[in-house]
Every structure is written in structure tokens, then in C-alpha cells.
């Protein structure tokens, strides 16, 4: 009799010792199971469980803050779930109130806006919702969340216009909007953006009108605008100040400007220049040649003319990188008569 009551006090001990010593902070535990529920517990998430410890290696995409020792939730990786029928972007993620990365990602059937609840995340630094069937707006309320970095909804099916309160966001570094169904024009707030903000990238969309004269003021790395309706000048895109400027992929555009006044001194570390499939004229300007960097070259399909300039790695790309011009010549096309 003894013996069997040391046992259950041993067991007990041991049950609560393990209580004790989960990191796991209650709430957080109890928002996650919120969210596995509500995605109607995919697979992937069947290591989820309320009598394990959720900051230990077993969640399934869930991290928690060691670094301070609070062990609060900080980041929540979703991605590769397949969900049984089609469920909206639980609301329940704003319990994660110290969430610093939110990544959902290749969920096919993840439908229905984003909820305003995100709002609510006032730690998060990176917001990625990508291939999914995510519809709706891109929110203004995005635009209240001041600790945002980055917001890539990349190859999801938003529609709409682009908020131009974006450009309001104090910390912001980049946006990538590629492959939904964003119409009308780029704002001019875009000019805007802070100082180290440096990628935009909003290929693949329905985007129309001129790209703003005030772009002219940011210092971008990664700029891809292929794939749109966007009009009109593009030189505002390159510049003296352009000295980070790394890809710029203006491709399949209605884009009509003279390619031979573009000013790329200053981009030395240039390795991309796509822009084919536009209405550009003029010739190519010879600071390419001086271009160390440079790895991939397309201005077919285009107005140009003139003489290829010769050197640097501008004869390395082969003819198609500069076919269909009006009268461009020279290695590696056909030599000028
Ligand atoms: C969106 O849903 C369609 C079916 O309705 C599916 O074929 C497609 O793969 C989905 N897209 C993404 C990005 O999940
Ligand atoms: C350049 O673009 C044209 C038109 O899209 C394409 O046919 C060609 O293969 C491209 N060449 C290179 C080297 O990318």
C-alpha cells in the first residue's frame, strides 16, 4: 500500500514537474490550438498537442523568444499545409501579441481577405502571405503597423489598388506584390518610403498609368514592375542616386522612353537589366560596358537603334538578349552597314 502511494506521488511529481518546466506561455499555447482548429487541424499540425510544451522542437513552425527569456511566441512559420476544404486566414493569430514573423505560405486553399485582426500584431517586423487563393484588398491598415520591415504577398489573388499609406511606415525595406490582380496606378507616395527602403517588386499584375515622377527619390536594389500596363518614362528608375541598384526588370510593359539618356554611372553593382518587350528608344547608352557586374541583359523587342556598344559584358549575351529592335547592330547582331 506504501509502495503503490510512493509510486503515485512520484508519478505525480513527475507530471507536475513537467508543467512547471514548460516554457510555453499559456495564452500563446492556447491561441495556437485556436489556429490549428480553425484551419481544421491539417496534418502538418498533429504535433500541436495541449499536453506538450509548444516552444519545444516538436511545434511544427512555431518559435519562442529564448533571447529574452520570455518565451512568448515570436514567429509562425505556416507553409505546405494542405487543408481539407477551404478555410480564411484564422483571426485567432492576433492572440500571438509577440509574433516578430508571420509566414503562410503555399496553402491552396487559404481564401478570404486579410483579416483586419493582423492589425493587431504591434511587434510584427515580417509579414509574408504568399501562394495562396488569398483574395480581397491589399489593407490600409497595414499602414498602422510601424514595426513592419517587410510585406511580401507574393502569387495570391488580391485585387485592387495599391494603398498609398504604405509609404507611411517608418521602418519599411520592402514590398512584393507579384502575381495577383492589383490594378490602377503605383501612388506617388511611394516616393516616399523611408530611407533604406529598398526592394519593390510588383510584377504580374494589372498595374496601368506612368510610373511617378517621385520614385526618382528612392535608393531601390530590387525593382520588378515586369509584367504590367504601367505607360510612359521609366528613367526616374535610374539615376546618379541610384548606387544600390542591383535588378531592374521593367519587361512586358507599354513603357516609352529614350533609353540612350539613362544615367547607370553611379549603378556599379548592376547584374540585371530586363527590359524587353516595351516601346524604348533611342540607343544603348555605353556606361554599360562599364558595368563589372553584369549577368543578365534582355532589350529585345524594342525601338532601339544604333550600334551595340562594344566591350564589358555586353558581347557575352547572345543575339536574343537584343533581337527585334528597330535598327540595333553590331556583335552580337549583325554588323552596321
Ligand atoms: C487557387 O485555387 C485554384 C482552384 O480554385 C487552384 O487551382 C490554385 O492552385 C490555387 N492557387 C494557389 C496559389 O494556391
Ligand atoms: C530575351 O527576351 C526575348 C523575348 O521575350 C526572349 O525570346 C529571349 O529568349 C530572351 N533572351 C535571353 C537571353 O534572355
Redesign the pocket.
Known amino acids: 500500500m506504501a509502495r503503490l502511494s510512493i509510486i503515485v506521488l512520484i508519478i505525480m511529481a513527475l507530471v507536475f514537474r513537467t508543467a512547471l518546466s514548460e516554457l510555453c506561455n499559456p495564452q500563446d499555447k492556447q491561441a495556437l490550438l485556436q489556429i490549428k482548429k480553425d484551419l481544421g487541424k491539417p496534418t502538418k499540425l498533429s504535433s500541436w498537442l495541449p499536453n506538450t510544451d509548444c516552444c519545444s522542437p516538436e511545434w511544427e513552425g512555431v518559435s519562442c523568444d529564448i533571447d529574452t527569456k520570455t518565451y512568448r511566441v515570436n514567429s509562425l512559420d505556416l507553409n505546405d499545409l494542405s487543408l481539407t476544404k477551404p478555410y480564411p486566414i484564422p483571426s485567432s493569430i492576433a492572440n500571438l501579441p509577440y509574433l516578430s514573423f508571420l509566414y503562410i505560405s503555399r496553402i491552396n486553399n487559404l481564401v478570404g481577405p486579410i483579416p483586419p485582426s493582423i492589425a493587431k500584431l504591434t511587434k510584427l517586423r515580417y509579414l509574408y502571405i504568399t501562394h495562396t487563393n488569398v483574395s480581397g484588398q491589399i489593407p490600409n491598415f497595414l499602414s498602422q503597423m510601424k514595426t513592419l520591415l517587410t510585406i511580401d504577398f507574393s502569387y495570391n489573388a488580391l485585387s485592387g489598388t495599391l494603398p498609398p499609406s504604405l509609404s507611411s511606415l517608418p521602418n519599411l525595406l520592402g514590398i512584393s506584390f507579384d502575381g495577383n490582380r492589383i490594378s490602377g496606378p503605383i501612388p506617388g507616395s511611394f516616393g516616399s518610403f523611408p530611407k533604406h527602403f529598398t526592394v519593390l517588386t510588383l510584377s504580374r499584375n494589372r498595374l496601368t498609368g506612368n510610373i511617378p515622377a517621385t520614385l526618382a527619390k528612392l535608393e531601390l536594389a530590387f525593382v520588378d514592375l515586369s509584367q504590367n500596363m504601367l505607360e510612359g518614362d521609366a528613367s526616374v528608375l535610374f539615376g546618379a542616386n541610384k548606387v544600390n541598384l542591383q535588378k531592374i526588370n521593367l519587361?512586358?510593359n507599354l513603357l516609352v522612353f529614350d533609353l540612350g539618356k539613362i544615367r547607370l554611372s553611379k549603378s556599379k553593382d548592376l547584374q540585371g537589366l530586363?527590359l524587353?518587350?516595351n516601346r524604348i528608344y533611342g540607343s544603348l547608352p555605353q556606361v554599360l560596358t562599364s558595368l563589372k557586374y553584369l549577368k543578365?541583359?534582355?532589350?529585345?523587342?524594342n525601338n532601339l537603334c544604333g550600334q551595340i556598344p562594344q566591350g564589358g559584358k555586353l558581347q557575352r549575351?547572345?543575339e536574343?538578349?537584343y533581337?527585334?529592335n528597330k535598327c540595333l547592330c553590331g556583335s552580337p547582331l549583325p554588323s552596321c552597314t
Open positions: 519587361a512586358k530586363d524587353r518587350n543578365s541583359l534582355n532589350v529585345s523587342y549575351f547572345d536574343s538578349s533581337a527585334h
